[in-house]
């Protein structure tokens, strides 16, 4: 059995005739990991197939040692597993507390650790002074904080979040970027964005996907060493980081495109 957290080989997803993800292979382990991709690439695929709430069409998913495709494992790995989709639902009239705690209910924690779990976990969004407050009387970057502290109540082995800082004020990204570093020292985190700062900040590896592919996974360094010195733009507002991105997709799409040209 591969040693990764998460291991997944030949991975295809499908929204009816669009293949979202074409037999991708990726292994992660501890560390806070970067899902980069143009609009369109297959992210939110592949971290809804991750949270194990989309099916895959075909290939094998192996998350925390289990099998994600096997009914049996997959409640072990839902346990071990924090989450933060895109969009989320959540019963307006909840406060924060009961939010969060219900997720723990769901994630069948010992009852006696749910309440100090929650607690933490509000405070580690800094929301602690806003945990008796009504769900719906947060503001939006409010209600993001605290769907960050329901993907952690449980201390996850696996986080999985999906644009996790759209909506956050610049203070509140810059102390989640040190929740996400502080998280990545023993789980997996999986972070999807489109904010270089969020991975220059806090990832210490990247996987980018075009097309459904992956085009790159590395350090972060080595994504910024792909980029060079700059020749184009003001280097000041050009960040090293963006230029590797877009100097690792013109060589996966060169090199795509290539192939292609060599099958014909
Ligand atoms: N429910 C759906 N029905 C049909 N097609 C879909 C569905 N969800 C996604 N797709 C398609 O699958 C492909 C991958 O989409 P996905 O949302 O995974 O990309 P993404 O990298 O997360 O994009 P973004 O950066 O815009 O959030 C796209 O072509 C998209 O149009």
Redesign the pocket.
């Known amino acids: 059995m591969n040693p990764s957290t998460v291991a997944v080989t030949g991975l295809t ?1 499908r ?2 005739r ?4 074409d037999r991708l292979d990726l292994s992660l382990g501890p560390g806070v990991h970067g899902l980069l ?12 197939v991750l949270a194990t709430v989309a099916a895959p069409f075909s290939g094998r998913v192996e998350l925390l040692g289990g099998d994600a495709t096997s009914h049996r494992e997959r409640t072990d790995i839902r346990r071990r597993l924090g989450y933060l989709p ?1 969009e989320f639902g959540y019963y307006p009239g909840f406060t924060v507390r009961e939010f969060v705690a219900y997720v723990a209910w769901l994630k069948e924690m010992p009852s006696d650790r749910v309440p100090a779990a929650v607690e933490r976990a509000v405070r580690r969004v800094g929301l602690g002074d806003r945990i008796d407050a009504r769900m719906k009387t947060l503001s939006g970057g409010m209600v993001r904080r605290a769907g960050i502290a329901q993907a952690v109540v449980n201390e996850p082995e696996l986080l999985l979040l ?2 996790p800082t759209a909506g956050l004020d610049p203070e509140q990204r810059v102390d989640f970027r040190s929740l996400l570093r502080e998280l990545g020292t023993s789980a997996t985190v999986v972070v ?1 964005t ?1 904010l270089v700062e969020d991975v220059a900040a806090a990832c210490t590896e990247v996987a980018l ?1 075009e097309g ?1 592919r992956l085009a790159f996974q590395g350090t972060t360094a080595e994504l910024t060493a792909l980029g060079g010195a700059s020749t184009e733009g003001n280097d000041s507002t050009t960040h090293a980081v963006e230029r590797g991105y877009t100097a690792a997709l013109r060589a996966h799409r060169t090199s795509a495109e290539s192939a292609r040209g060599a099958l014909r």
């Open positions: 997803v929204h009816r669009t293949v979202a993800l991709g143009p609009n369109g690439a297959g992210k939110t695929s592949l971290v809804r895109q999906d644009e999807s489109h996907i459904g």
